[in-house]
């Protein structure tokens, strides 16, 4: 929160989009103005939330800004159904349909705030409906469970999570002493829902975060607007400012200026680069540096991970899974299976269904036919209803569905940063310690302030790289 009020006093994020174009043409007192004189200019790598708001902001203080993105829209991991091609196979989603960040995590949020400030509608889910924990393949809300001791157990352990005391710890070896028939409920509700699975995700790094996150935590999700929609809605004073399908490959600031090169040999010259690829992108080497990374970056690296993740969204014929639940937890590849249309949908007939970490790996070697497996799990929870209900295509009778593997997407390789066993808070800094006044990093896996593989945290991030920019150019 310091941090948030400290950038308001210095007039950062105030170019706001249509709704607030007088703020940035106009000389009224609230303009921001051209604060930061420089000659020089800054490029951005890559248009998600992070990219979008850092330029956002580095215009708003007059600074020349581009934005290199690789991938054909803006948004990154922000990408809604309604703005792909695949739309015919859902048929009865009347309300919006995410293929990658689906909930806005705290009303009182960097995300939710932005929200909250452009009067977009959300529905609070948690309001709307109550989770279903599945247990020897039963289906139930947490009163009905209430009585069963292994249930309780695990509830206490997912919710005592923040005080953890330890370190080197997976939340596979934290929780070996629970029963196996609630593990799976640990794994999705945990290892599965924090990118990637129990035997994965560290303890010491999760607890760290969660003690750091400074919101409410309320459960939102955009009634109307798709996601993807509103960041672009949110960041329109820079849409023009990103050059689209520029993949970066190398960025050299040994010279004095920084010499950027992008798959199609073409180069370009700047002053100083914001990186905000995902993880997944540096640890595998897709751009090269000169000089290269620092070796705590490297090191950090080692300790934070990013892993396989889909999501899959299939539309049924009827809601079979109960009008008023929200999540079900506790499935193996189902095991972050949300309904998405509670509280938006008239139909309400559609599962959004989260896959990350080794499981992924697995569905995904298995293409379309992932659809099976997942409808196989539901029948056996739901009674044969999943394949009973399932909408086919007309002719093939084959599944209707939209799978978006993020792992194969060349761009993103995987879902979101998780702590590995070793990993502390500190490594989520070294992860973007800036190379000389030059080079500069942002990105929800950089995020310090506990939301990291959010957008609220790619968002932070976008504040913090902001901050260091103005600060290597003012000297201060
Ligand atoms: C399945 C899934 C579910 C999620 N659910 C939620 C959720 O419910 N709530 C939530 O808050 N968050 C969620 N997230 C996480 C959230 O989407 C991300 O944390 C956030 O969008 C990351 O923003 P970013 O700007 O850091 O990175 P990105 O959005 O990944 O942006 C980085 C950009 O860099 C581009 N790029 C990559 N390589 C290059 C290159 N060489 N040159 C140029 N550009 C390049 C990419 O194309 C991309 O557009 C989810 C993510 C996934 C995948």
Not at 141 to 155: P, R
Request: aromatic share 6%.
């Amino acid at each position: 929160m310091k941090r948030r009020k400290l950038l308001k006093q210095l007039g950062f994020g105030l170019s706001g989009g249509l709704l607030l174009p007088h703020l940035l043409t106009s000389c009224s007192k609230d303009d921001p103005g051209p604060e930061v004189p420089y000659d020089g200019d800054v490029v951005v790598i890559g248009a998600g939330a992070a990219g979008m708001y850092t330029a956002d902001i580095l215009k708003a203080k007059g600074i020349k800004v581009t934005v290199l993105e690789a991938g054909n829209q803006i948004g990154g991991r922000v990408r809604s159904l309604r703005n792909q091609k695949d739309l015919v196979n859902l048929s009865v989603a009347d309300f919006p349909v995410e293929l990658g960040a689906e909930v806005i995590y705290g009303s009182d949020s960097i995300w939710g705030t932005n929200l909250k400030n452009f009067a977009v509608k959300t529905i609070n889910i948690d309001e709307a409906s109550s989770d279903r924990y599945l247990i020897d393949n039963i289906a139930k809300l947490a009163e009905e469970w209430d009585i069963d001791g292994d249930f309780v157990n695990a509830q206490n352990f997912v919710e005592s999570l923040k005080n953890f005391s330890g370190s080197g710890v997976t939340v596979e070896q934290a929780a070996a002493g629970l029963p196996a028939r609630v593990k799976a409920l640990i794994n999705s509700q945990v290892g599965n829902l924090y990118g990637s699975s129990n035997a994965n995700v560290g303890m010491a790094g999760l607890s760290e975060a969660l003690q750091a996150r400074d919101h409410d935590g309320a459960r939102l999700a955009l009634k109307t607007n798709p996601m993807q929609d509103f960041l672009i809605f949110r960041f329109d004073q820079v849409r023009d400012l990103v050059q689209l399908n520029t993949q970066v490959t190398s960025i050299d600031s040994t010279g004095d200026k920084v010499l950027i090169t992008d798959a199609n040999g073409n180069q370009i010259e700047t002053n100083k680069v914001v990186v905000t690829v995902p993880l997944s992108i540096l640890k595998q080497n897709v751009i090269s540096f000169s000089p290269g990374l620092p070796g705590a970056m490297t090191s950090a690296m080692g300790r934070i991970g990013m892993d396989h993740s889909i999501r899959v969204v299939i539309d049924f014929k009827k809601n079979f899974w109960g009008e008023t639940t929200g999540w079900l937890w506790g499935g193996e590849s189902i095991p972050n299976c949300f309904s998405a249309g509670v509280g938006r949908s008239e139909f309400n007939q559609t599962l959004s269904i989260t896959i990350n970490g080794p499981k992924a790996v697995e569905l995904s070697a298995q293409g379309p036919d992932m659809v099976n497996t997942i409808l196989a799990e539901l029948d056996v929870i739901y009674n044969g209803q999943a394949t009973a209900f399932v909408r086919r295509d007309f002719d093939t009778s084959g599944v209707l569905s939209i799978i978006q593997d993020w792992g194969k997407d060349e761009f993103i390789r995987g879902g979101y940063s998780y702590p590995m066993a070793s990993a502390t808070l500190e490594d989520r800094k070294n992860l973007g310690i800036p190379i000389g006044d030059k080079i500069f990093f942002a990105g929800e896996a950089t995020d310090v302030s506990g939301d990291a593989g959010t957008i609220n945290g790619a968002l932070a991030s976008a504040e913090r790289v902001a901050e260091e920019i103005v600060k290597s150019i003012t000297g201060e």
